[in-house]
């Protein structure tokens, strides 16, 4: 019982088997799609297929023991080798049905897989290289070349035998590289029409491509330069940017066909596509939410996010399992922007209506290109029209929406602009109203302001001469002291020039003549030395004198050594006449080259009194305050420097505090106890110093001393 159980099931399924290997495919004119003479078989039942290679397997009777049903596009990693290599053999037997009216001339694979056709095991083309005849293996790149020739007779029967060798993906997950293809291990037979239907759509491929790449990089450029001249348009700037993205869409989607591009840069070339394909949908609906002026929610940023993350996980997946993830947010996408169409209707208008038109356009193109696909007549040129709606309707929408947005915006513009002439009338009878009462209060100000410069001129005059007062009353002590010197030389000669004629009155008296002459000689020299004492005097007064008067602004040639010992002096004498127990060593060092130079005397005299004053006053306090171990002095000297002099006056007095050093030349300010100074000192000294072409500084350290720098020019 067993053994004929046995028997029987080996019968069976030998005859199923058998009936597997036996099989024959029918080919008919019928199959044909459309009106294309191309016939495709990779997907037909009939194939069956062995792992390995074997040159044997292309015969047309072999044993069919280890074949198993399977059909070239069925082939997936799982028979793929450790080294990531799939190698095997297709088998499929097929006779040509008598109601052919003519011979099929051609047969090709479409696959990255490199494979080799034998017919009725005669070895016919290859297609890339699976290492027939010891050549090394190249997958098939080239995707534009017409079927290889081969004749199938009407009513004959073939045995077709496909050796195949493909690799895993490097760049997708699990998969072959054929797996990815646009045609999946398609194998296909072609009428002797085709060959000239092929050309021609090359031909027309090439035109369409063409004048989309060329229309949306027109468009694109174009939006550019637009909101390169508009910056302040953020709907500019987006709308440039879904050109962009169309323009780049196209351009990695149409390039693929190129002859020759490796399946590694093909690959990445399409993921590119893509990419910039899911960029292109979310900029659609962030331009859609801008122009309609709708809120763009946080919800909203992360759904377009999510949207970009799925599609691009989708390309390195399975198609199965992408489609799975991707066509639900892509579903969520289009309901999104029908969402806001429809929302936004009653509130749409003018140049937004365009934008709607093109979106709608791009949707049904793509729908219209689905049914024609799923007609048994299919047609090419609608194929190619349908893609040139989906395109270019959205970028020319655009465009037109950008025509009528500024013609609206001109039209806004304009009649702003009338507004504002008419508004600007308005403004300018008031204008001129207003002008009459300004001008009024213009008068009326100005005649204030001019009173109050008038009296600003008068105060600043008296200050000045305030200021000139103060100096004198420095003076006068000094000039005091320094006048009664030469006038007790001019009384005490007196007195001895009156003794002597007394005395030469006698001797006449006597007739004692030589004595006579004598005494006249002595009278003789002492008139010369009063008469010397008595200009001495003169010269102090009239010093005095040139002080006190107002400057006549007219410069002199002087001697500016001895100008600056002569006010040294003065000064000197002058504080000593205050306080009898002030001594200071006073140190000089005049440089003789510098002669005589032309400023104005008296203004020089002053600047040099008040720095002496303020020298000899910050040594006295110093002195006051540390009446041991310290040593008053005043040094000043002078330096012919190129073109300038220098003169320097140091002391080693109080100093000037490093928080006030900044202010000293600014009027009013002082540093000396309130009453003792007007605080213009050294204000108009630097005044004067400057409108003779000079500088004038200082170099103080608190507590150890202060330096002033001089420098006027000699011409």
């Known amino acids: 019982m067993k053994v004929f159980t046995a028997v029987i099931s080996f019968l069976f399924f030998g005859v199923i088997f058998c009936r597997a290997q036996d099989s024959v495919i029918t080919i008919s004119p019928y199959m044909y799609e459309g009106n294309v003479e191309q016939i495709a078989i990779g997907d037909m039942e009939g194939w069956v297929f062995k792992s390995g290679n074997d040159t044997t397997w292309k015969a047309n009777n072999i044993n069919g023991k280890g074949w198993e049903k399977l059909r070239p596009n069925q082939l997936t990693a799982k028979y793929a080798d450790k080294n990531g290599r799939v190698e095997g053999w297709f088998r499929l037997r097929i006779k040509l049905d008598s109601s052919f009216t003519s011979h099929l001339v051609g047969i090709k694979m479409i696959s990255w897989a490199a494979?080799?056709?034998?017919?009725?095991?005669?070895?016919?083309?290859?297609?890339?290289?699976?290492?027939?005849?010891?050549?090394?293996?190249?997958?098939?790149?080239?995707?534009?070349?017409?079927?290889?020739?081969?004749?199938?007779?009407?009513?004959?029967?073939?045995?077709?035998?496909?050796?195949?060798?493909?690799?895993?993906?490097?760049?997708?997950?699990?998969?072959?590289?054929?797996?990815?293809?646009?045609?999946?291990?398609?194998?296909?037979?072609?009428?002797?029409?085709?060959?000239?239907?092929?050309?021609?759509?090359?031909?027309?491929?090439?035109?369409?491509?063409?004048?989309?790449?060329?229309?949306?990089?027109?468009?694109?450029?174009?939006?550019?330069?637009?909101?390169?001249?508009?910056?302040?348009?953020?709907?500019?700037?987006?709308?440039?940017?879904?050109?962009?993205?169309?323009?780049?869409?196209?351009?990695?989607?149409?390039?693929?066909?190129?002859?020759?591009?490796?399946?590694?840069?093909?690959?990445?070339?399409g993921y590119i596509g893509n990419m910039f394909a899911f960029l292109l949908c979310i900029m659609t609906v962030i331009v859609l939410v801008n122009i309609f002026k709708r809120v763009f929610t946080w919800s909203l940023k992360i759904f377009l996010i999510l949207f970009f993350i799925s599609g691009m996980v989708s390309l390195f997946i399975p198609n199965n399992i992408g489609s799975i993830i991707f066509i639900p947010g892509l579903g969520i996408l289009l309901g999104i922007c029908f969402y806001y169409i429809i929302s936004s209707w009653k509130s749409l208008k003018g140049a937004q209506w365009v934008i709607v038109i093109g979106l709608l356009v791009s949707i049904a193109s793509v729908l219209a290109y689905v049914i024609d696909t799923a007609l048994p007549s299919a047609s090419l040129t609608f194929f190619y029209l349908s893609v040139t709606c989906f395109s270019l309707a959205l970028p020319l929408s655009l465009l037109v929406y950008v025509s009528i947005r500024f013609k609206e915006i001109i039209q806004e513009v304009q009649l702003n602009a009338k507004q504002v002439v008419q508004l600007s009338k308005e403004k300018e009878i008031q204008a001129l109203n207003q002008q009459q009462i300004l001008q009024d209060e213009v008068n009326k100000q100005t005649s204030e302001l001019r009173e109050t410069l008038d009296n600003l001129k008068f105060t600043q005059t008296q200050l000045v001469q305030s200021e000139k007062l103060a100096s004198l009353g420095e003076l006068t002590a000094g000039i005091a002291h320094e006048i009664q010197n030469p006038l007790n030389f001019v009384n005490n000669?007196?007195?001895?020039?009156?003794?002597?004629?007394?005395?030469?009155?006698?001797?006449?008296?006597?007739?004692?003549?030589?004595?006579?002459?004598?005494?006249?000689?002595?009278?003789?020299?002492?008139?010369?030395?009063?008469?010397?004492?008595?200009?001495?005097?003169?010269?102090?007064?009239?010093?005095?004198?040139?002080?006190?008067?107002?400057?006549?602004?007219?410069?002199?040639?002087?001697?500016?050594?001895?100008?600056?010992?002569?006010?040294?002096?003065?000064?000197?004498?002058?504080?000593?006449?205050?306080?009898?127990?002030?001594?200071?060593?006073?140190?000089?060092?005049?440089?003789?080259?510098?002669?005589?130079?032309?400023?104005?005397?008296?203004?020089?005299?002053?600047?040099?009194?008040?720095?002496?004053?303020?020298?000899?006053?910050?040594?006295?306090?110093?002195?006051?305050q540390q009446k041991r171990d310290y040593e008053p002095c005043v040094r000043v000297s002078t330096k012919k420097r190129g073109d300038k002099i220098e003169i320097r006056i140091k002391d080693n007095g109080t100093g000037i505090p490093a928080l006030v050093s900044d202010k000293i030349f600014q009027p009013f300010f002082t540093t000396k106890p309130a009453g003792q100074g007007t605080g213009l000192g050294l204000s108009i000294s630097h005044d004067i110093i400057r409108s003779h072409g000079g500088e004038i500084s200082v170099s103080s350290k608190e507590n150890e001393g202060t330096e002033f720098f001089i420098q006027i020019p000699v011409n």
């Open 493 to 624: 000669f007196s007195d001895i020039n009156k003794e002597l004629l007394d005395e030469m009155n006698v001797e006449i008296q006597k007739g004692n003549y030589d004595e006579v002459k004598s005494i006249a000689v002595n009278i003789a020299d002492n008139e010369e030395k009063i008469s010397h004492h008595g200009k001495r005097a003169d010269a102090i007064v009239k010093g005095m004198l040139q002080h006190s008067r107002t400057s006549t602004g007219q410069k002199e040639s002087t001697d500016i050594n001895a100008l600056a010992e002569e006010y040294l002096r003065l000064s000197y004498q002058g504080l000593r006449a205050k306080d009898r127990a002030f001594n200071s060593d006073i140190q000089t060092d005049f440089d003789p080259a510098i002669g005589t130079i032309n400023v104005i005397p008296q203004d020089i005299g002053r600047v040099l009194l008040n720095i002496y004053n303020n020298a000899f006053y910050a040594v006295s306090e110093k002195m006051k």
């Open 115 to 269: 494979s080799d056709i034998y017919i009725n095991g005669n070895y016919l083309t290859s297609f890339g290289s699976t290492g027939y005849n010891g050549e090394p293996f190249k997958e098939f790149r080239e995707r534009n070349v017409l079927p290889a020739v081969v004749d199938l007779i009407p009513g004959s029967q073939y045995t077709i035998a496909l050796h195949l060798v493909d690799y895993m993906s490097p760049l997708s997950i699990g998969q072959l590289k054929s797996n990815k293809s646009t045609y999946f291990n398609d194998i296909r037979l072609f009428g002797p029409s085709y060959n000239e239907y092929y050309l021609s759509g090359t031909r027309e491929l090439t035109l369409y491509t063409t004048i989309w790449i060329s229309v949306c990089a027109v468009l694109t450029l174009l939006f550019w330069l637009l909101t390169i001249q508009n910056p302040g348009e953020k709907n500019l700037r987006l709308i440039a940017l879904v050109t962009t993205f169309s323009t780049l869409t196209t351009f990695f989607n149409t390039i693929q066909d190129n002859t020759g591009m490796s399946y590694i840069w093909f690959t990445i070339d």
